[in-house]
Every structure is written in structure tokens, then in C-alpha cells.
């Protein structure tokens, strides 16, 4: 019977392309940090809409 060899250098990560997958793995989680920061801004129309709403509200009236 023949037995394949198991040889844990054959699962060694080069130094190399531990550098490239590193760099690879910190532009990804730049671009989903930066996506994320840019969802929690509001639009210019929304912050805009915002204000006219806010100018347009006036006090209660004070009946004493």
C-alpha cells in the first residue's frame, strides 16, 4: 500500500506572500471602515431638509 507523505512544509505561508496577503487584508478593512464612516454621514439635502423644518416650528403659545 502505498502512503502519501505528509510534509508541513508544504503548508508553510512564504514570507512573501504573507506580506502581500497582509497588505491585501488592511486595504479591505480600510475601504469597509471608510464605506461605514461615509453611510453615518447625513446627505446635504437631509441636513438642508432639516433646518427649514426647524425654522418653520414655532412655541407654544403661554396662556397665563
Do not use: K
Not at 512544509?9 to 487584508?25: A, C, G, K, N, Y
Not at 439635502?45 to 396662556?63: F, R
Amino acid at each position: 500500500m502505498m502512503r502519501d507523505e505528509y510534509r508541513w512544509t508544504d503548508r508553510v505561508i512564504s514570507p512573501e506572500r504573507l506580506r502581500i496577503e497582509f497588505l491585501v487584508t488592511l486595504m479591505i478593512l480600510a475601504f469597509v471602515v471608510g464605506v461605514s464612516l461615509a453611510g453615518q454621514r447625513p446627505a446635504p439635502d437631509q441636513s438642508s431638509h432639516v433646518a427649514q423644518g426647524a425654522d418653520s416650528t414655532h412655541p407654544a403659545p403661554n396662556h397665563c
